[in-house]
């Protein structure tokens, strides 16, 4: 059964969180981008805005990278992070190349409740430095980055979520849709 699960979507949506549940759901591995950076981040290290975009892309290029390699075993993996659509194609084209079928589980959510969350979030939990490079104190920035970012063309099979809160993780019909994908033949 070889199926690959995207998550991916707006900050603030729950996608770390959905994809471990989901992992844990269906025995499949998840490589989450926020984790692996952090790894770089303190194995590499980064000094400015700059480094710490390098980490970023060089995080995603081996997220890649890991999927390609692990094509050869048909395992179902999730492989969550806010892609872009190069990052995405290049995903596709692995996946096609090893035999897999793909789901994108796209997050959305109302810009004023995500921008509360991720305030929250950058100040109130115990966020790794590796992600406090770039803040987004200000909603227009905010909303600015998360528009721009909508904007991105997400290829193939996908499911636009709606994330204004997190009733969609435990939602039967989200999570049948889901078991069909990683059951049918």
Known sequence: MRRLLLIT????????????????????AVLQKDRIKEVLGDEIGFRDRTENKR????????MTHVFSALTVSGVPLILEANFRANELE????????????????????EIGVL?????RR????????????APLHVREEFERYVLDARTETVPGEKV????????YQTDEALLGRIDAFFTEE
């Open 9 to 28: 979507g707006d900050l603030a949506t729950g996608k770390t969180t959905f994809s471990n549940a989901l992992s844990a759901r269906y025995g499949a």
């Open 55 to 62: 980490l970023s892309l060089a995080t995603v290029a081996l």
């Open 90 to 109: 290049k995903i596709h084209a692995a996946a096609e190349k090893g035999g897999y079928r793909v789901l994108t589980l796209v997050l959305r959510g």
């Open 115 to 119: 921008f509360e969350r991720y305030c």
């Open 122 to 133: 950058m100040t109130r939990e115990n966020r790794h430095p590796v992600h406090l490079s």
């Open 160 to 167: 636009e979520i709606d994330a204004s809160d997190f009733s």
